[in-house]
T-cell receptor
Framework: NAGVTQTPKFQVLKTGQSMTLQCAQD?????MSWYRQDPGMGLRLIHY???????DQGEVPNGYNVSRSTTEDFPLRLLSAAPSQTSVYFC????????????FGAGTRLSVL | KQEVTQIPAALSVPEGENLVLNCSFT??????LQWFRQDPGKGLTSLLL?????REQTSGRLNASLDKSSGRSTLYIAASQPGDSATYLC?????????FGTGTRLQVFP
């Protein structure tokens, strides 16, 4: 049982480059979300999805895009990377936002130069 | 806007002590509250989930309480061990979102 799998684990980008952070879960969870974690700021919600084809913005959505074409996958796209997007990114999933434990991936550490 | 605060920000204790970590939130309209553990360079692991209708949950040496009316939760760790050293995060779940506190960094020394 793999749980929530994030790839890559580490990434270095130059300003202006684009990339996609991958997230996959094998627990048939409807709810998936992306957070970023910055020192002193805690985890902040970027985007979330309550099911395939449905996404919504969180607290800090600017500069990021998401789509949810399948239940299993929820990729996060950086359109034009900026140094302010240097952070650790976590993907999480659960059966529902009000129904249970959230499971987190191991994170992607992103540096934008 | 929901805000979650954790006190203290850091704690260093000798092995064997009983600990209390505090979490407070401003909006009592929550579905549940979760306590997580995060080891350095790792993801988050859920420790305890308390539904809004519950007052406490226990798992081994951990006990979490919830007082919705006062906007507070505590995580009690009994007989602390060096392996408990980590950052502990609380998060409240309301309106489809988890709102996190900034965590308490715990060090338990032998």
């Amino acid at each position: 049982n793999a749980g929530v799998t994030q790839t890559p684990k580490f990434q270095v980008l130059k300003t202006g480059q684009s990339m996609t952070l991958q997230c996959a879960q094998d627990m048939n969870h409807e709810y998936m979300s992306w957070y970023r974690q910055d020192p002193g700021m805690g985890l902040r919600l970027i985007h979330y999805s309550v099911g395939a084809g449905i996404t919504d913005q969180g607290e800090v959505p600017n500069g990021y895009n998401v789509s949810r074409s399948t239940t299993e996958d929820f990729p996060l796209r950086l359109l034009s990377a900026a140094p302010s997007q240097t952070s650790v990114y976590f993907c999480a999933s659960s059966y529902g936002p009000d129904s249970g434990i959230q499971y987190f991936g191991a994170g992607t550490r992103l540096s934008v130069l | 806007k929901q805000e979650v605060t954790q006190i203290p920000a850091a704690l260093s204790v000798p092995e064997g002590e009983n600990l209390v970590l505090n979490c407070s939130f401003t909006d009592s309209a929550i579905y549940n509250l979760q306590w997580f553990r995060q080891d350095p360079g790792k993801g988050l692991t859920s420790l305890l989930l308390i539904q809004s209708s519950q007052r406490e949950q226990t798992s081994g040496r951990l006990n979490a309480s919830l007082d919705k009316s006062s906007g507070r939760s505590t995580l009690y760790i009994a007989a602390s061990q060096p392996g408990d050293s980590a950052t502990y995060l609380c998060a409240v779940d309301n309106t489809d979102k988890l709102i996190f506190g900034t965590g308490t960094r715990l060090q338990v020394f032998p």
